[in-house]
């Protein structure tokens, strides 16, 4: 057993966080909120680096790496709520399109490497089924803006086989923007129609390949969390140090400390739950299995949990000051509460870990 | 990254398995170790342990030990609880005060105490804790004085909350030795028999009605300067070793919490059998239970993999103390909610007829000992965290 990031893995999280410091700061937070469509140096900056095209193969100019690879960088992007999508790009469609090589997708991967080209994917859930929201139709994460859609369609009904998965590129898709509190997010519905020429797969190489971006998106997003619930815990710690009321800094209270330090333990058990994860899911014996599907939910519902936590608790600490615009705690907070619902809340994934237990406990069940 | 074991650790694995399938009581088979019947049978299960090199496996050979690594001891550990072997009778001198001898102890005090603390000859209770020194530990007011011959300590106070006190043969405690000290300093750390003239044990009944704790009594209790472990006065640095051990890695292997799980989740099946709806409205609770366990597991192989290559564990311990604490709590209120009305049987033989209900008793304690839950939060706050002190 060798439970622990290597030498290497730990230096490219090092790099990625020296960039993001300088490249990635509260006041470009801002800006993005004021003109999300505003394309900053930053993604060209990560993809000169390795960081966008790290899953795609060696051979389309990328560094042919692995999800586990990812996530001490997603922390990163986490750590500074970095806009682009890069769970959407990085963790999520390049290994699908790996997966089904073909001329358009070697061109959508080169673009990924090379930092031109980002996507947008549909949320699934790993019963095949797009949820549609409380809206009527479903909406896309990081839609506004991309240039290539991952797009399931719809099960006739009943029929998981009849599932078909699509890439399509952004001239053929009509993209509606959803606001989000989070402007980052840049929401969107996606109009489009199914056609031979984006097919990707269909019947059940799609729906495996569904399920394998159900759960990639978990840990993928539980990474970005445990990321965001650092950040949030070290300002608050930082100003509850500088605060001072009754005299003294308002860290000194046992009231604060308590606050600060219960979060910091949900953080620090969230983080060897998502590694497990994401090197479950990258393990040739058990990917797919239920063991590594239920280290995936382990994963996001530790991470969500962990992050909603920390957003609660550096947001009291704060009091009135968190509470404005001015202060910067709110861009991270906006962002914990998207992603703590994003692709399975801590509650999805709570019912599904307890359905699949209840499964093995009933083996005679065919 | 692999969270796989090696083939020579699944070839222990394997040894323990058999050795274990062959030699355990049947759960739930000996009486509470909080008897005298009890303590007595849990004792003699040390001795079968120790005949075979079982019961200490983590420590050098010459001890009794296999001198295997942590991994491996994690291992043996989750052999033992899948089976549900009995509870360690012997454990506060073998997880609490061993890993301490072994860093601080003389090579006279390791061969004298530890063999015999493997073999649960003589068993070991912990005098830190007075009436006026819980949270504050450092308000301890037992003292201990230069005896006549200047060859030892004459040590006079009280201990309280001494688990396994009411039978323990042997007591490690902290007393004041040099009373112009304040503090933190001027502690000395003693190991001294139980039945040396001047001691008193009173056994203190707990909530389930056994002494499993003790207040212990000290009146001029000589104890020689070859029992004094670690330097004079050098007893809280001494003490706090200990103390890392009792929140860390040591005293609760995560094996305990997946073996408790994995027999909830068979109860929340049946209860979906029976009562659905009752199932129903604890789902969520039995959910994160697992999930708690499984978090505990996973920290545990991250933190000891830490360990193996050269890492400490310093204030982590104490996060670590309030997950494994709030875990054991968790899983047991959520069986008893699950058992509804029939929680508060207890099959007439007292709260250990109802191993629901044992358990929950028995994990109540767990934010309150090894310093509450409130203390390890300060320590969080203030040394992982940096904040100020209060």
């Not at chain 2, 396994?164 to 007591?171: L, N, V």
Request: charged share 20%.
């Amino acid at each position: 057993m060798r439970f622990a990031f290597t030498e290497q893995q730990t230096q490219f999280r090092d790099a990625v966080r020296q960039v993001l410091d300088k490249e990635c700061t509260p006041d470009d937070l801002r800006s993005v909120f004021d003109a999300p469509e505003a394309r900053s140096r930053r993604w060209a900056t990560l993809a000169e680096m390795g960081v966008t095209g790290l899953t795609v193969p060696e051979a389309l100019g990328g560094l042919g790496l692995h999800l586990l690879d990812l996530v001490p960088l997603l922390e990163e992007a986490g750590r500074a709520a970095l806009p682009e999508p890069l769970i959407e790009t990085t963790a999520l469609a390049a290994p699908l399109l790996a997966g089904f090589p073909s001329d358009p997708a070697a061109a959508w991967l080169e673009g990924m490497a090379s930092g031109k080209i980002t996507a947008a994917v549909a949320p699934v859930d790993r019963t095949g089924s797009v949820p549609a929201s409380m809206f009527g139709t479903s909406v896309v994460p990081a839609a506004d803006g991309a240039d290539l859609f991952i797009l399931p369609t719809a099960p006739k009904t009943g029929d998981l086989g009849t599932v078909e998965l699509h890439a399509v590129s952004a001239a053929y898709v009509t993209v509606s923007p959803v606001a989000s509190l989070d402007p980052t997010r840049r929401l969107g519905t996606v109009g489009w129609e199914p056609s031979p020429a984006t097919l990707i797969a269909s019947g059940a190489q799609a729906l495996s390949a569904l399920r394998d971006l159900a759960d990639r998106a978990a840990v993928a997003t539980a990474a970005e969390l445990l990321g965001l619930a650092d950040r949030m815990i070290s300002i608050a710690a930082a100003y509850a140090k500088e605060r001072n009321q009754f005299g003294k800094p308002i860290g000194s209270f046992q009231a604060v400390k308590h606050l600060l330090a219960g979060a910091q333990v949900k953080l620090e058990f969230a983080r060897p739950t998502v590694y497990g994860a994401a090197w479950a899911l990258g393990d040739e014996a058990l990917a797919g299995s239920p063991r590594a599907v239920r280290s995936a939910s382990l994963a996001k519902a530790y991470a969500s949990d962990a992050a909603t936590e920390a957003a609660r608790v550096s947001l009291q600490v704060h009091g009135a000051i968190g509470y404005t615009w001015e202060c910067d705690l709110h861009l991270f907070l906006k962002r914990a509460w998207a992603l703590a619902e994003s692709w399975g809340s801590a509650a999805d994934h709570r019912r599904r870990i307890l359905s699949s237990l209840v499964d093995e406990t009933n083996p005679a069940e065919v | 990254m692999d969270l796989r074991f090696a083939p020579d650790q699944e070839a222990f694995r394997a040894d323990a398995r058999g050795w274990l399938a062959a030699h355990a009581p049947a759960p739930g088979s000996l009486p509470s170790l909080d008897t005298p019947d009890g303590f007595e049978a849990h004792r003699n299960w040390e001795q079968t342990m120790f005949a075979d090199r079982w019961s200490v496996v983590s420590w050098p050979e010459e001890y009794g030990g296999r001198g295997v690594g942590i991994l491996e001891w994690l291992i043996f550990e989750e052999e033992y609880w899948r089976i549900q072997a009995p509870v360690r009778v012997s454990q506060n001198g073998v997880f609490l005060l061993a890993p301490t001898m072994f860093e601080f102890g003389t090579d006279e005090q390791k061969a004298r105490f530890l063999p015999p603390m493997a073999s649960g000859e003589e068993i070991w209770c912990q005098g830190w804790s007075e009436p006026d020194a819980g949270s504050d530990l450092a308000g301890i007011r037992s003292r201990a004085e230069r005896a006549s011959g200047d060859d030892g300590w004459l040590l006079t106070g009280q201990k309280t909350w001494a688990s396994r006190g009411a039978y323990a043969e042997w007591c490690f405690g902290l007393f004041r030795t040099d009373p112009q000290a304040e503090r933190h300093r001027g502690l000395t750390y003693f190991l001294l028999a139980t039945d040396s003239p001047g001691v008193t044990v009173r056994p203190i009944p707990q909530i389930d009605g056994e002494p499993g704790f003790a207040e212990i009594f000290f009146e001029g209790v000589f104890v020689p300067d070859s029992q004094v472990l670690g330097d004079v006065g050098q007893g809280w640095n001494v003490a706090m070793a200990t103390a890392g051990s009792e929140r860390g890695l040591s005293l609760r292997s995560p094996a305990r919490y997946t073996e408790a799980v994995s027999r909830l989740i068979s109860l929340y099946t049946e209860t979906l059998e029976r009562d659905p709806t009752r199932a129903s409205q604890h789902a969520d609770a039995v959910a994160q239970a697992w999930m708690d366990a499984e978090a505990y597991r996973l920290n545990t192989y991250w933190t000891a993999c830490r360990v193996l290559a050269g890492g400490a564990v310093g204030p982590e311990a104490s996060a670590n103390k309030i997950h494994w604490s709030e875990t054991d709590l968790a899983i047991y209120r959520a069986a008893l909610g699950l058992l509804g009305p029939e929680a508060e049987f207890t099959g007439g033989g007292g709260a250990a007829g109802n191993p629901w209900l044992d358990g929950f008793l028995f994990a109540l304690a767990g934010p309150i000992y090894a310093g509450t839950n409130e203390i390890q939060r300060n320590v969080v706050a203030e040394r992982l965290l940096g904040l100020p002190r209060g």
